[in-house]
C-alpha cells in the first residue's frame, strides 16, 4: 500500500513528498552512475511525486541512452531522483532515491523487498554476478 513520504536533499533546500509502495519493491543496480553513489531506489509514478520546495535548484544530468534525467540539488550535490518517461514503465516515473526520505525508518526500508539489477550491461532483468558492492 502507497504512504507518503517527506524527502530533501543534505541542505534541505530541496524538499517533496512522495507516495512509495516499498511493498511493491526497491532496487539496487550496477550501472556506471548507481555504483558510484550506492543509489537504492523505488520506481513511482509521475503523478506520486510533488515539489514542496527548491525545484529551480535542481541541475539535470544524463548519460548513456539519456533516457533518464538524474537530478541534483545545485548547492549540495545530493541526488533525490531521477525521472524518465517510458513506455515500458508506464509513461512517466521516477526513480526515487529512498535514502534522501526524512520519515522512512532504516528499519522499514532494510525490511522492504530488495531486487539486484545488472543494468551495467543493460541486463535489467537479471542479477548482477556481484552485488556485495551495490
Ligand atoms: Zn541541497
Redesign the pocket.
Given at each position: 500500500m502507497k504512504k507518503t513520504y517527506h524527502g530533501s536533499?543534505?541542505?534541505?533546500?530541496?524538499r517533496f513528498e512522495c507516495d512509495v509502495d516499498l511493498d511493491a519493491g526497491t532496487s539496487k543496480c550496477n550501472c556506471s552512475l548507481c555504483a558510484k553513489t550506492r543509489y537504492w531506489k523505488a520506481f513511482i509514478g509521475g503523478d506520486d511525486l510533488r515539489m514542496i520546495a527548491?525545484a529551480d535548484?535542481l541541475t539535470e544530468y544524463q548519460f548513456g541512452g539519456k533516457n533518464i534525467t538524474h537530478f541534483f540539488?545545485k548547492?549540495?550535490?545530493?541526488k533525490p531522483f531521477g525521472r524518465g518517461d517510458l513506455e515500458i514503465m508506464g509513461g512517466v516515473f521516477y526513480g526515487l532515491n529512498l535514502s534522501v526520505l526524512d520519515d522512512l525508518s532504516p528499519e522499514e526500508l532494510a525490511a522492504a523487498p530488495l531486487q539486484y539489477q545488472d543494468g551495467l550491461h543493460d541486463n535489467w532483468g537479471e542479477v548482477p554476478t556481484e552485488i556485495r558492492h551495490l
Open positions: 536533499c543534505h541542505c534541505k533546500t530541496v527548491g535548484n540539488c548547492t549540495c550535490g545530493v
